[in-house]
C-alpha cells in the first residue's frame, strides 16, 4: 500500500498529522505516542514574543466539542528554535511550523526566519485564530490574505500553508486568495466562534467571552468548507475538524483533503492518530485502492 501524499512542494508519508495547539510541542508526547510513524507534526502556534494567553477558564466541554479561548499561550520564536526545533527535528516526522502574528511584517520575519532553519518541512500560517486580535482578520479578507502569503513567501524557499478560518462568509474566495498568493496548500479550519453561558452567574463560562468550538459538533462544518474549497481552488487542502476515527479521515480525503489534521481528539486519546495510521490499509481496500492519492478528491456529484 502506498500511504504517501503530496501537498504541493511537500510530500508525506502519510497524510495522519496532528493540529496545532492539540499536540504541544511534541515532547510532551514523549513515550506516549510513536511520532515517527505520522504524516507529519504542528506544534502549538508560536509568536515573536512569547505570550501568557487569556485569563481562565480558557476551555469548556460543550455537547460533542469543546470551546477554548487559549489565547496563543506560546513559549515565543527564541525559545522554540533554541529548546523545541532541536527535539523536533529528531523525531523522524516532517515538523510544520504554526507562525502568527498581529502584522504582515510579523508573518513575513517570522517565515524568513523559522523558514531558514533546517528541519522545519513547511511553515502553516495561522489566519485563522478566533482568540486573539489581529491575525483574523488576515483569514477573513480574500486581499489580505492574498498578500500575507505573497510577502511570506517572497522570504523563504519553504513550502507555505494558509490555516484558514471557517467564521467568513465563503472560505472559497478566501482559499482563492491565499493561492494566488503563491500558498502550497491550505489548511480547512480553525474552530468556530461560539459561547457557553452560565445563565446562573450571567456571565460567560470563558475568561475571554467568547471561543472557538472544536471537536465532533464542527465535522459537518469543516466538510463543507472542504467541499467548497475543492470545487473552486487549484491547491491541496488539509483538512481538520471534528476528526476521530478512520471514517472521519476517509470522509475528508474523498471529499478533498490531501491530508488531514487530528486536534481535540488528541485530549481524549494521546495515541489516536498513530492508530489512524495503521487503519488506513484496511480502509483503502474496502474501495479497491492500493494509493492514498487514488481516493483524494473522489467524491460523486450528489443525486
Ligand atoms: C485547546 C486548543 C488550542 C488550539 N490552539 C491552536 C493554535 O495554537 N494554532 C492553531 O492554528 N490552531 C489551534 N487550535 C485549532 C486546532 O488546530 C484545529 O484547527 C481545531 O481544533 C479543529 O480541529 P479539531 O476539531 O480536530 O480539534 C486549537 C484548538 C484547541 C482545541
Same mark, same amino acid.
Given at each position: 500500500?502506498?500511504?504517501?501524499?503530496?501537498?504541493?512542494?511537500?510530500?508525506?508519508?502519510?497524510?495522519?498529522?496532528?493540529?496545532?495547539?492539540?499536540?504541544?510541542?511534541?515532547?510532551?508526547?514523549?513515550?506516549? =505516542?510513536? =511520532?515517527?510513524?505520522?504524516?507529519?507534526?504542528?506544534?502549538?502556534?508560536?509568536?515573536?514574543?512569547?505570550?501568557?494567553?487569556? +485569563?481562565?477558564?480558557?476551555?469548556?466541554?460543550?455537547?460533542?466539542?469543546?470551546?477554548?479561548?487559549?489565547?496563543?499561550?506560546?513559549?515565543?520564536?527564541?525559545?522554540?528554535?533554541?529548546?523545541?526545533?532541536?527535539?523536533?527535528?529528531?523525531?523522524?516526522?516532517? #515538523?510544520?511550523?504554526?507562525?502568527?502574528?498581529?502584522?504582515?511584517? &510579523?508573518? *513575513?520575519?517570522?517565515?524568513?526566519? #523559522?523558514?531558514?532553519?533546517?528541519? #522545519?518541512?513547511?511553515?502553516?500560517?495561522?489566519?485563522?485564530?478566533?482568540? =486573539?486580535?489581529?491575525?483574523?482578520?488576515?483569514?477573513?479578507?480574500?486581499?489580505?490574505?492574498?498578500?500575507?502569503?505573497?510577502?511570506?513567501?517572497?522570504?523563504?524557499?519553504?513550502?507555505?500553508?494558509?490555516?484558514?478560518?471557517?467564521?467568513?462568509?465563503?472560505?472559497?474566495?478566501?482559499?482563492?486568495?491565499?493561492? &494566488?498568493?503563491?500558498?502550497?496548500?491550505?489548511?480547512?479550519?480553525?474552530?468556530?466562534?461560539?459561547? *457557553? *453561558?452560565?445563565? +446562573?452567574?450571567?456571565?460567560?463560562?470563558?475568561?475571554?467571552?467568547?471561543?472557538?468550538?472544536?471537536?465532533?459538533?464542527?465535522?459537518?462544518?469543516a466538510l463543507r468548507c472542504v467541499h467548497q474549497v475543492a470545487q473552486a481552488v487549484d491547491i491541496p487542502i488539509i483538512g481538520i475538524g471534528g476528526i476521530s476515527n478512520i471514517d472521519d479521515v476517509m470522509q475528508f480525503l474523498v471529499t478533498g483533503a490531501s491530508a488531514v489534521q487530528i486536534?481535540?481528539?488528541?485530549?481524549?486519546?494521546?495515541?489516536?492518530?498513530?492508530?489512524? =495510521?495503521?487503519?488506513?490499509?484496511?480502509?483503502?481496500?474496502?474501495?479497491?485502492?492500493?494509493?492514498?492519492?487514488?481516493?483524494?478528491?473522489?467524491?460523486?456529484?450528489?443525486?
Open positions: 500500500m502506498d500511504l504517501s501524499t503530496s501537498l504541493g512542494r511537500l510530500s508525506l508519508k502519510n497524510p495522519i498529522m496532528t493540529a496545532s495547539g492539540t499536540f504541544g510541542y511534541a515532547r510532551e508526547m514523549q513515550g506516549v =505516542v510513536d =511520532v515517527s510513524k505520522l504524516g507529519a507534526v504542528v506544534p502549538k502556534t508560536i509568536t515573536a514574543e512569547p505570550r501568557i494567553g487569556n +485569563k481562565p477558564w480558557r476551555t469548556v466541554e460543550t455537547a460533542a466539542g469543546l470551546l477554548n479561548a487559549i489565547g496563543l499561550d506560546n513559549d515565543g520564536v527564541d525559545a522554540f528554535l533554541q529548546h523545541h526545533l532541536p527535539y523536533l527535528r529528531e523525531t523522524g516526522t516532517s #515538523v510544520v511550523v504554526s507562525l502568527a502574528g498581529r502584522s504582515e511584517s &510579523d508573518f *513575513v520575519s517570522l517565515a524568513e526566519r #523559522v523558514g531558514a532553519e533546517s528541519g #522545519v518541512s513547511a511553515l502553516e500560517l495561522n489566519l485563522s485564530c478566533p482568540n =486573539v486580535s489581529g491575525g483574523v482578520d488576515f483569514g477573513t479578507n480574500a486581499e489580505s490574505c492574498r498578500k500575507v502569503v505573497e510577502a511570506s513567501r517572497s522570504v523563504t524557499e519553504t513550502p507555505i500553508f494558509a490555516k484558514l478560518t471557517p467564521n467568513v462568509t465563503s472560505i472559497a474566495e478566501i482559499a482563492q486568495g491565499a493561492a &494566488d498568493g503563491g500558498a502550497d496548500a491550505v489548511c480547512l479550519i480553525n474552530t468556530v466562534l461560539g459561547i *457557553v *453561558v452560565d445563565w +446562573k452567574r450571567q456571565k460567560p463560562m470563558l475568561g475571554n467571552g467568547m471561543g472557538g468550538l472544536s471537536g465532533p459538533a464542527i465535522k459537518p462544518i486536534g481535540t481528539a488528541n485530549y481524549y486519546d494521546p495515541k489516536i492518530s498513530t492508530k489512524l =495510521v495503521d487503519q488506513l490499509p484496511d480502509a483503502l481496500s474496502e474501495l479497491g485502492l492500493e494509493r492514498i492519492k487514488d481516493c483524494i478528491n473522489t467524491l460523486h456529484p450528489s443525486r
